[in-house]
């Protein structure tokens, strides 16, 4: 090594390192937000059967807070279906600042037919 490279490999790791830890944050992001769409989802799911059965909108919105504290439910029928969707915006860094928002529909028959 010339005397002139000397402390070249530092400098280039100081270079990299910002990028790496910014790639790393980003993937962490975009993890935590595609397991907050599947909390929402599962939510969905159970408060759309709940509806579906004939429970009340509090007894399903009760439901949808326990598996996804802060989430909003809104419920619709559609002839033979009753729909239920959950939406909660994104708590998480990079998501949060994109505006992302997690939201999902599920219709079940209702009253079990």
Not at 34 to 48: E, Y
């Amino acid at each position: 090594m010339t005397r002139g490279e000397r402390g070249s490999v530092t400098a280039e790791f100081a270079c990299v390192m910002p990028a790496v830890v910014l790639v790393l944050l980003l993937a962490l992001g975009a993890f935590q937000f595609v397991s907050q769409q599947i909390r929402v989802s599962d939510a969905s799911s159970s408060a759309a059967r709940m509806l579906g059965r004939g429970d009340s909108d509090a007894d399903a919105l009760s439901v949808v807070q326990t598996l996804v504290p802060g989430a909003a439910l809104a419920s619709s029928a559609e002839g033979r279906f009753v729909c239920a969707t959950v939406t909660l915006g994104s708590a998480f860094g990079a998501a949060s600042l994109a505006g992302l928002v997690a939201r999902a529909r599920v219709c079940a028959l209702a009253d079990g037919l």
